[in-house]
């Protein structure tokens, strides 16, 4: 059976309800985090880009919104969709969504990744058996009266778990860690003794103290550059990108 095509069918021009006659606006381009400013999100615009229907240069990044404003106010959204590209979806696990309104968007995104190391006292320093170089990629920053303080990448939420570790062998009444306190690239880490079951408040560290460390990326990402959010699973923010597209109706 043949379907006889309606000259709007053959032009490509929408119709759909009362869109027939309405004046169809769209708003789209891409964005990437300026490396100098982690503020701002530049539009690109070069010989290969050219961003449509979008306010200024820039759009602007507070805690973990983007606020991306329109050249004009619209009567009605019809769609509008953000899409990482392939460096923020593929190497940094990240997937994003809008909050739109008539005259901007509200670009919010998050990353799932897990990051893990192994750490000891090895008699005479600290040590990383693993995990350097990798998601976490953690730095000793001090020892204090029985506290270890360390630093790692960017890894938001508190969803992290400290164990016992032996590294292939026996220890001998061994310390048990304990987290005292998580940030968003730091953790403090106690022990307790488990033949007296009191916390080790001791001077100097000990060859007890050996543990496995695993935290998971819980929450939305930061996306102005603060709380040592420039890079997610070793990548630079600024060398991903973010799409969008949206039609409105005027």
Request: proline share 4%; glycine share 10%; hydrophobic share 40%.
């Amino acid at each position: 059976m043949l379907t006889k095509l309606k000259p709007d069918m053959i032009t490509g021009v929408p119709t759909a309800g009362n869109l027939p006659n309405a004046e169809i606006g769209i708003v789209a381009g891409t964005i990437r985090q300026r490396d100098s400013d982690r503020t701002k999100w530049d539009f690109i615009n070069d010989a290969s880009h050219e961003p449509v229907g979008v306010s200024g240069t820039y759009a602007t990044a507070s805690g973990g919104t983007i606020t991306l404003n329109f050249d004009t106010t619209y009567s009605e959204v019809i769609s509008m969709v953000i899409g990482p590209d392939e460096t923020f979806a593929n190497q940094m696990n990240i997937s994003a969504g809008g909050s739109v309104g008539l005259s901007r968007v509200l670009i919010s995104a998050s990353s799932a990744f897990t990051g893990a190391f192994t750490m000891e006292w090895n008699g005479s320093a600290w040590s990383f058996i693993s995990g350097t170089g990798q998601l976490l990629d953690p730095t000793f920053v001090s020892y204090n009266n029985g506290t270890l303080n360390l630093s790692h990448d960017y890894c938001r939420g508190a969803a992290i778990t400290v164990c016992p570790w032996s590294d292939g062998g026996e220890i001998i009444n061994p310390y048990i860690p304990i987290l005292k306190s998580v940030g968003q690239g730091d953790a403090a880490i106690q022990w307790m003794d488990t033949t007296t079951g009191n916390i080790v408040t001791d001077a100097s560290p000990s060859t007890r103290m050996k543990a496995i460390v695993t935290k998971t990326n819980a929450q939305g990402l930061f996306l102005d550059g603060t709380n040592n959010a420039t890079d997610i699973n070793n990548v630079d923010m600024d060398l991903g990108n973010f799409w969008f597209y949206g039609i409105f109706k005027k």
